[in-house]
């Protein structure tokens, strides 16, 4: 361990030196996360994932999957698949790649190591076919989760990551795959979430409203905000105007930052004929940065079926007829 303190101290040394070279904060963070210190590798990786890891490739899997562990640890799945994408479009696959993207697939924030055999079968399995979809080999992600669902049927995760596969192409049955998910595995939050936002996108508020309370109960305190957001729209789906307004207040407070909240928020206020609270509520920046990202108020599994279909498409504009049904 004292070995990793006096490199960090090095490395913190050189970055003060040259603070544009994006390879020595990425080592200090490999450092840091050595020393237990996860945020601030994590800060310290990602700025140097800004100013850029350079050319060696290997070097650069090691500090996205580094992150994307810490990142699982903590919950945060879909911005550990965020921290693989790059290495799909250049058809990574190492054992280390792959068992990270399994991980996250399945949502499940342990340690390899603390796994029993079987379970870490599971784990590689699903990360070999969810990073054949991720890496645009379709045939294969099918075989793979065929395979999966043979072999892994009751396992904690399987149907929710099946559900993800699906959600691209078919949502009925990506419904019914989280839906098995729950019933497996009740306390599978990431499957609520989506089974919410499936009955919000398809009109049915009521089977919506019950899965965000199960999901309020079990849902990292992280989370909770998205909970209270995703209560918000599907009151208003419902056009229980009065409890929509509280959620989305609720969710404003817990994160301030998030634009679209802000905007459902004022939508609420002026669907109940508030329009003084609506227009104070939303701010001309909030209104324009509302509207020009579709996955930002996305329920974590919707934002994860997006981050697993890897393209090189724009992502569109959306409008609020978009986010609202989205």
């Known amino acids: 361990m004292s070995r990793y303190a006096e490199a960090s101290d090095a490395f913190r040394k050189g970055v003060e030196l040259a603070p544009g070279v994006g390879t020595g904060w990425a080592f200090l963070g490999l450092n840091e996360a050595e020393l237990g210190d996860q945020d601030q590798a994590l800060a310290d990786m990602r700025k140097g994932e800004e100013l850029g890891l350079g050319n060696n490739r290997e070097f650069e899997t090691a500090v996205r999957v580094k992150a994307a562990r810490l990142l699982i640890r903590a919950s945060t799945f879909d911005e550990a698949l965020a921290q693989l994408q790059p290495l799909a479009k250049r058809n990574e696959n190492s054992a280390a790649v792959v068992e ?61 990551a099946y559900g993800l596969y699906l959600m691209e192409t078919d949502l009925t049955a990506a419904l019914a795959e989280f839906q098995k998910e729950v019933l497996n595995t009740p306390k599978h939050w990431p499957s609520l979430f989506v089974i919410a936002s499936i009955h919000i996108r398809q009109g049915t508020a009521e089977p919506a409203i019950q899965s965000l309370r199960e999901a309020m109960k079990i849902v990292p305190v992280k989370y909770r905000w998205l909970c209270h957001a995703e209560l918000g729209r599907a009151n208003m789906t419902a056009d229980n105007l009065d409890t929509a307004i509280t959620e989305f207040q609720t969710a404003v407070r817990l ?26 509520s939303v701010t001309e920046t909030t209104r324009s940065a509302a509207t020009s990202c579709i996955t930002c108020l996305m329920p974590l599994g919707q934002r994860i079926s997006i981050s697993l279909a890897v393209s090189e498409a724009p992502s569109p504009k959306c409008t609020l007829e978009s986010l609202e049904q989205a």
């Open 255 to 280: 994160m301030p930052s998030n634009a679209n909240v802000h905007y459902f928020l004022s939508e609420a206020l002026r669907r109940a004929g508030r329009k003084a609270d609506a227009e104070s």
């Open 100 to 160: 990270t993207m399994g991980l996250c697939t399945l949502s499940l924030p342990d340690d390899m190591a603390q796994l029993s055999t079987e379970r870490r079968a599971v784990v590689a399995l699903t990360g070999k076919a969810a990073w054949a979809n991720a890496s645009l080999h379709p045939n294969e992600a099918a075989a793979g989760y065929k395979q999966l669902l043979a072999q892994y049927p009751n396992e904690p995760g399987v149907h929710y």
